[in-house]
């Protein structure tokens, strides 16, 4: 089956301890992104890849990180969370910028 | 700078009137415009995008680029519609979303 997946869905953690949110897509797809949803403001991308070892910044990349060592794989790290952070994280890829999105179920992260 | 504007964060419609959420984008060139539906607690899936041209689950959207519009319709709307709706411009390498429209459709 064609998937985007995400791990955790859940996290719960406190200011200052290193995480990492796995993307993984099964489609082949170049371009892969990530966004952080919050109320009132949609969806906003943090970091977008348009292919393996081609990153770039989106609109709210402070504080992330990301790499793409393979097509298929594109963690998101935060290094240092904080508060701020508490969001709903989607990951989603497509064949490229103009196609459809395919999106990953999303982690709810909580940082205290 | 490149945009997209939903002015309307909720919108209630009772079940069979018509529905119209509205998009407004700002972008150079010719715009390729996308809706996606996000239904509670589910991920978010592409209801249509307007090169396709096709009417999925009873929307269409048109692009008047006189307007720079691209308005979500449904001409019946049914209590499975309600949902968050989102309205997605790719810019060059940025993929653009406005910050969604939430309808409920009443009984």
């Known amino acids: 089956e064609a998937q985007v997946t995400q791990n955790p869905r859940y996290l719960i953690t406190v200011t200052g301890k290193k995480l990492t949110v796995t993307c993984s897509q099964n489609?082949?797809?170049?371009?892969m992104s990530w966004y952080r949803q919050d109320p009132g403001l949609g969806l906003r991308q943090i970091y977008y890849?348009?292919?393996?070892?081609?990153?770039d910044k989106g609109d709210v990349p402070e504080g992330y990180k990301v790499s793409r060592k393979e097509k298929r794989n594109f963690p998101l790290i935060l290094e240092s969370p904080s508060p701020n952070q508490t969001s709903l994280y989607f990951c989603?890829?497509?064949?490229?910028?103009?196609?459809?999105?395919?999106f990953g179920p999303g982690t709810r992260l909580t940082v205290t | 700078a490149q945009r997209v504007t939903q002015p309307e964060k909720l919108l209630s419609v009772f079940k069979g009137a018509p529905v119209e959420l509205k998009c407004n984008y700002s972008?150079?060139?010719?715009?390729?415009l996308f809706w996606y539906v996000q239904y509670s607690r589910q991920r978010l899936q592409l209801l249509l995008r307007h090169i396709s041209r096709e009417s999925i689950k009873g929307f269409t959207a048109d692009l008047n680029k006189g307007e720079t519009s691209f308005h979500l319709k449904k001409p019946f709307a049914q209590e499975e519609d309600s949902a968050m709706y989102y309205c997605a411009l790719p810019g060059t390498y940025k993929y653009i979303f406005g910050t969604g429209t939430r309808l409920k459709v009443l009984a």
């Open positions: 890849s348009m292919n393996v070892e081609v990153t």
């Open positions: 972008y150079s060139g010719s715009p390729e």
């Open positions: 489609m082949n797809h170049e371009y």
């Open positions: 989603a890829s497509s064949s490229g910028i103009y196609y459809e999105q395919y």
